[in-house]
Each structure stands twice: as C-alpha cells, then as structure tokens.
C-alpha cells in the first residue's frame, strides 16, 4: 500500500515537471536566423513587457519580433 501512494505521487510529480518543461520551450514561428535576444536561461519576463524577447529573420527575408 505504502508503494502505491509513492508510486502516485512520484507519477504526479513527473507530470507537473513535464509541464512546468513544456512552457519553458520556445518554439520559432518560422525557420530562420535569430538575433538581438534579450533572455537569458532562467529569464522570465514580467507579464506587462511590451518589448519583443528576441528578433527573427526567417529564411525568407521578412522580420518578425517574438513577444511573451
């Protein structure tokens, strides 16, 4: 019984670490090269920033800007 419960909470911590991983991910709207990054590992920006996190030009040659 006491391996069951270790067991379930170990499963539901697992899960919350997945999580947790999955909205540290940034993923590029499009392919191309990517410069004036303003984050670092660990960074998280405040919920009112307005300016881009970093900048994008895609292989295509148009720019984007990728925001929180």
């Given at each position: ?9 170990l ?12 909205y ?45």
């Open positions: 019984m006491e391996n069951d419960k270790r067991i379930a909470e499963t539901s911590q697992i899960s919350r670490t997945q999580v947790t991983l999955k540290q991910e940034i993923k590029a709207p499009v392919g191309g090269t990517i410069f004036d990054v303003h984050a670092a590992p660990g960074y998280v920006p405040p919920p009112n920033q307005t300016e881009p996190l970093l900048r994008i030009v895609p292989d295509d040659n148009r720019s984007y800007a990728l925001t929180n």
